[in-house]
């Protein structure tokens, strides 16, 4: 006979233990059957255990990606910024993607970026303002080259030896000639002073020369000879004081006073082009342009069917030569500048209904196609190539070849008529 001691969940009658009611101990089958049911019970609850592990371990892995999407996000911010001194920041998230805005108070104006953006690397864009009290010097108020020292809120000007006042705007003692103002040398403008020196100085654009007369700066001569120094796109006049840059019949002075800009004849109606011609924009000057198909030649003939685009008529039934002809022709009119950098692509080609699965490119012809090439960027398009620079003025024609295939067989043909008009200049 064996005695166990029963824990107390199976006193409480979890588990059914045949117990005899005067029997107090139990004899070898019973304990058999109660270490079953015991190892059972274990088995069970290390399951209900382990499962309520994974739970648990589950549970807490979610709630740590939470957490550390919360500090990632909590990361993606920039750094503080400064608010300027005397100016106000606007604006207070640092997140990424947002922006803040600086402004300075009455009296100081902004030096660095007014907005600055929190960029994905977390850094900010621009550079951190700051506010400077406005300069009073910046209207020159000073007169006859009086040197301006900014204050707070005002200004003192220094004045050159024969002149005082607050401005100096007051001669002590001066007289000065002057000659015709379009003249390339002038009389100096000299003061004396109490003590007997005499000052002179020249104009904007002249220079005292040694016999004491001012001379005209040629700042075309001075800086118009060398690509590097050059201040004019094409001429260069020399004027007294100053100078002027000058540009060629078609074009104007571009609003920096350098630069040559063409003048678009077609756009401002300023072209004599007949009635049912092209004008055609070019740089310098503009063409009348009226594109033609070709003359009926072996049963093959042509229809127009815009102003810059043929199209093939119907072939005969046996006509082989219609056939292989091309089934449409358009024309295209480029302006170039002279000298253009090369390999330039000029033109992209491609057919509006693909119906086969490649397309071939070649040039045809045209009395141009030394400087031309053609080449394919992708399965449907195809570039015209500038391949070396050309002097102007010329005008080159090419004629491009664009063949559709369907499994190797020619499925059809269209032919680009280009013409390049080229500048004389490289503008
Ligand atoms: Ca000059
Ligand atoms: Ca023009």
Redesign the pocket.
């Known amino acids: 006979m064996l005695l166990i001691p029963l824990p107390a969940w199976l006193a409480l009658g979890i588990l059914q233990l045949p117990l005899g009611s005067s029997q107090e101990c139990l004899n070898q089958q019973q304990v058999l059957s109660v270490v079953r049911q015991m190892q059972k019970l274990l088995v069970a609850q290390e399951a209900a255990h382990l499962q309520g592990t994974r739970g648990l371990r589950h549970h807490l892995s979610i709630l740590q990606s939470h957490l550390q999407r919360v500090a990632t996000k909590r990361n993606e911010v920039c750094p503080q910024l400064a608010v300027p001194l005397n100016g106000r920041m606007l604006g207070r998230s640092l997140r990424v993607g947002h922006e803040v805005h600086f402004i300075c108070d009455a009296g100081f104006r902004m030096v660095g970026s007014e907005t600055r953006a929190c960029r994905q690397n977390r850094t900010w864009s621009g550079t951190q303002p700051f506010c400077r009290s406005i300069d009073d010097c910046s209207s020159n108020p000073c007169a006859n080259s009086g040197t301006c020292v900014d204050g707070n809120q005002s200004y003192t000007c220094l004045c050159p030896p024969g002149w005082s006042g607050p401005s100096c705007q007051s001669p002590i003692y001066s007289y000065w000639v002057t000659l015709s103002n379009t003249s390339f040398s002038r009389q100096p403008r000299c003061a004396e002073g109490r003590s007997g020196s005499r000052r002179c100085s020249c104009d904007t654009g002249f220079q005292l020369q040694p016999g004491g007369v001012c001379q005209d700066v040629d700042e075309c001569q001075l800086y118009q000879s060398s690509p590097q120094t050059q201040i004019c796109l094409h001429d260069c006049l020399n004027l007294p004081g100053s100078y002027r840059c000058l540009c060629p019949p ?1 074009y104007l002075l571009h609003a920096d006073r350098n630069a040559c800009e ?4 077609c756009t401002r109606k300023q072209h004599n082009c007949s009635q049912g011609d092209l004008c055609i ?6 063409r009348c342009v009226r594109p033609k198909c070709p003359p009926p030649r072996h049963n093959t003939s042509y229809v127009k069917t815009s102003a810059s685009q043929c199209e093939r008529n119907p072939c005969p039934m046996d006509s082989r030569a219609c056939q292989l002809a091309a089934s449409s022709i358009s024309f295209h009119y480029l302006p170039l500048q002279a000298n253009r950098t090369v390999p330039r692509v000029l033109f992209r080609m491609s057919t509006t209904r693909s119906l086969g699965d490649s397309l071939r490119f070649a040039i045809a012809g045209g009395h141009g196609r030394g400087v031309f090439a053609v080449r394919r960027s992708d399965r449907h398009t195809g570039e015209l190539l500038l391949t070396s620079p050309v002097a102007g003025p010329a005008t080159l024609e090419v004629e491009v070849e664009m063949s559709e295939f369907s499994h190797k067989v020619l499925l059809g043909k269209h032919i680009f008529k280009v013409t390049a008009f080229v500048s004389p200049y490289v503008f």
């Open positions: 078609g063409d003048v678009n004849e924009n070019t740089f310098g000057g503009y």
